[in-house]
């Protein structure tokens, strides 16, 4: 591989130029699908009978929220991230999404098991 693309490939990772209403529009998905998985959740849970074996999961998620919440903000409001380091942290964000979402909605009630 010639050294130009190495450097092309690098500048490119390493680039923190992104126009404001991209970061802010991949901001409020990760923001709407976030909240939205564990405001499914919590909804879930104030519904169903039979759900209050969960309780726990009713606090995790509202851990596992706030964290999600301080990392898009750091992704807002913080300008120089790194492109590599902004891609991380959004495939990271996504994939983890999914398993929270796998596994709270996996749950059965307490009744049914």
Avoid at 1 to 17: E, I, K, V, W
Avoid at 42 to 50: D, S
Avoid at 97 to 112: D, M, T
Wanted: glycine share 10%.
């Amino acid at each position: 591989m010639p050294s130009h693309d190495l450097a092309g490939l690098r500048q490119r990772l390493l680039s923190d130029t992104m126009p404001r209403w991209r970061v802010w529009l991949s901001c409020g998905a990760l923001f709407l699908l976030s909240t939205g998985t564990v405001l499914g959740f919590w909804y879930a849970f104030a519904t169903l009978p039979g759900m209050a074996c969960y309780e726990g999961f009713v606090y995790l998620a509202g851990f596992w929220l706030l964290a999600q919440w301080l990392i898009i903000g750091y992704l807002a409001g913080y300008r120089p991230v790194p492109a590599f380091a902004r891609w991380g942290l959004t495939f990271t964000l996504l994939v983890a999404n999914a398993w929270f979402g796998l596994l709270v909605f996996s749950l059965r009630p307490c009744a049914a098991s």
